[in-house]
């Protein structure tokens, strides 16, 4: 894998000299760049892409690794049956959602600490899923792009202007990312989707209907896989570690448009420790720079006009809220930490008494649509790809709790903390419960208690969909600029107040597009 990578035609230009606020701690080296964007994943991509078509000289810095060279045994990642190094973020064991089989521990796998894709951070009470490395949560997550009903829209983003989204953002969002659905007659035949039609005709036993979800999966590469004729990915175990094929994750897209421009720089395994106000009204980004291993190679003070926090919901906390109580930037709001949730997110499984098939896809293409209930459910069917039968049918619901969670700084660690209380969760797990318990009841099944630690049906302590704590019209304005801090933008799913209804990045994509031609001729943003 690659060190310290420098991607783009624009490289950082040489140094400027600013009036250095002392409140800023400084690195020995410093630099000056118009805009900086923080992270690379849906929100950041979108931001750099539009800022470099603009000409506007772009830094996007991001922590992981550029996931582009095989290592030893030929592949990019790492398969989720034989997990390695490659799997986890500086972690000595993998943490797969699934802790246990029939409860024995042969899921998770001993590891070395390595600069790998896919993160936990566990909170008291909730462990959030995070992509690591170029792309962000597009080189892990199962690639479903849903774009939410036209009628959800207002309770997802209020005062948002819906035609507006549906007509122009959510189509460009959709174009860029490379979405595509699966042929029906083929999903109908194919032995890689058996776990889907099982999960489709439970669910309509119990009177409930389905739907089939897009997904930036290229479909046309599964069925060839499904042939034979390819080098297998979604049909070989490959999802949470990465896919070596098939997947147009944003490192495919976006980054790739935006280094296109010729005015993105892109700086990996570098991460922005601390961002403060310097006293000509520049931002000062702190970064440091790691190696495979960890170890600190250099360390590097960036100025800019223009900064764009895409840090995910956790980076992008742990920045703004550092920055508001250690005093570098002490007028943010208190608003920021607030509005946090986690897409209602519910994980359970059945015991089903039909296969659900041995090869199964990495890609969910279907989902158990509830969302006119009184508590709107979408349960997407979820694959457990083993290469072996495992009679079990697996689901990640989306359930619209009302449940909210903060952030507060901890100054210990220098991160923000999520204050996420034990009974959080029963809102989301009721709801999917209700659904689920109707579904058993039509089929004569029931839940499994072996996959989830302590004998428990439900995955209630985690989740893939972390939204808000920056959210729009409350912390930023409606669209994403910070109060009292000119040049500085939240642009990620931290902008977005707990709930999407369906899987989020196509939304955090349209948001980042809508909100990005809005601000680049409003503000002026030049070099
Ligand atoms: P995100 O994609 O998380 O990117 C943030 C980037 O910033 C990361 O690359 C970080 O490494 C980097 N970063 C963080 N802090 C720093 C720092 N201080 N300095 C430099 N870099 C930093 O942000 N969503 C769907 O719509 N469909 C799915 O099928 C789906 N499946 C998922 C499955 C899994 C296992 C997971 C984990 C997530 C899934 N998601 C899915 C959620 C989706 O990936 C997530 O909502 C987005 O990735 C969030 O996008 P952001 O732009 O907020």
Redesign the pocket.
Known sequence: MLGLTMLGAAAAAGATVVAADPRVARAATSTFVPAVV???????SVSALRLGAAGVRTLM????QLWNTPAADGNVFCTMVNPDQRAMWFKTMTEAPLDTLLWLPVINKQINSYAGV?DRVDFPNMKV?????V????L???????TPTKDSFPDILPGVDVDEMYTTYYPLANRMLGVNSVDPNWWNTTDCYQFARVGRDDAAKAGFSTAFVPNVYDFDYMEQEALGQVPKSALNCEV?YGNNHGKRSLDKSYVPAALGTGNVTLKTL????GIGRNADGTYAVNTSTVDTNGNTTSSQTVNCKYLFL??????TM??LLQARETGTLPALSQQFGQNWGPNGNIMTARANWKPTGSVQSGM?TLGIDARNQAVPVFAEIAPMPANFELFISLYLAITKSPERGSFSYDPTSGQARLNWGPSQKDFAENAAKTLFDKVNAANGTIYRYDLFSGNRAFGDDFC??PLGGAVLGSATDMYGRVPGYPGLYVN???LIPGWTGV????T?TALAERNMARVIPTDNITN
């Open positions: 923080v992270g690379s994943g849906y929100g950041a810095l991001e922590m992981g896919l899923y995070v992509g690591r490395g792309g962000g949560g597009s892990v997550n199962g690639g479903m792009a849903v949470i570098t991460k922005v420790t895409g840090a995910g919901v956790l980076g742990n920045l969910p893939y969909h990620d799913a931290s899987n989020p990045f196509v955090i």
